[in-house]
């Protein structure tokens, strides 16, 4: 099997699996951050195959969709093994999507350009216009306001406090997406970042306006 092959049926075995996610993680999330991935592995000189496999299986094994994370990457090594992915290129791939996650404070030291653009591409999927759709979204699943001006904003929170903490969407700005713009790894996602970044504190500017009813 080519890689284009492999990666084909990787993205109908992660459309199967995603299909019914309503946190965020759709499909369509893993869709764009793979796109994104692709474009700045493109402008970065990384390995196109390595980024978009690590793209489509980044979410698979995040500790938000599934209770066992260890299954779930045994059944992401049974699938690569099914299509004859190498043991070097799973090994690259397996180091992609255990580091990049956000989690709070666990900012891991990416080994490879691979992984800082997988990285990238998903850290831009959580701002701009995208981003501030797939805050109000979470939120609401999760059953918080969209706003609670009696909440405090939480800094240096534990992973705990970060998933089960009260909060809101749009305290999510200042907890996370206003962060995004300075932990990105490369030029080329630092530009991008910076755009979305203004567009969400035009965003928010408006928001408070209309919230005062001025
Ligand atoms: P990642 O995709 O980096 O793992 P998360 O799983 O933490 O990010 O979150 C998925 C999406 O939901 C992201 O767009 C994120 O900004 C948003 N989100 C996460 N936690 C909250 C929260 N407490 N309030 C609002 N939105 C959230
Ligand atoms: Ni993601």
């Given at each position: 099997m080519n890689h284009t092959e492999m990666i084909n049926k990787t993205e109908i075995w992660v459309k199967e699996q995603l299909?019914?996610?309503?946190?965020?993680?759709?499909w369509y999330h893993i869709k764009r951050v793979t796109n994104q991935a692709i474009v700045l592995a493109n402008k970065e000189q990384a390995d196109l195959f390595i980024v978009t496999m690590a793209s489509l299986l980044h979410?698979?094994?995040d500790d938000k969709l599934i209770e066992n994370e260890e299954k779930a990457l045994n059944s992401i090594k049974e699938w690569l093994d099914s299509i004859q992915v190498t043991p070097e290129e799973q090994a690259l791939i397996f180091d992609i999507i255990q580091s990049i996650s956000f989690k709070a404070g666990n900012g891991q030291l990416l080994r490879t350009i691979e992984a800082k653009v997988v990285q990238d591409a998903d850290r831009l999927d959580a701002i701009g216009a995208i981003g501030i759709a797939r805050a109000f979204t979470y939120s609401g699943q999760k059953g918080?306001?969209?706003?609670?001006?009696?909440i405090a904003v939480r800094d240096n929170m534990t992973l705990e406090e970060y998933r089960n903490g009260k909060s809101s969407a749009v305290h999510h700005f200042y907890e996370k997406l206003f962060k995004l713009k300075d932990l990105m790894n490369t030029e080329s996602a630092k530009e991008e970042a910076e755009k979305r970044h203004l567009f969400m504190e035009e965003f928010l500017e408006q928001f408070y306006r209309e919230w005062e009813g001025v």
């Open positions: 299909f019914d996610e309503k946190s965020g993680h759709d979410d698979i094994a918080q306001a969209m706003y609670d001006p009696t």
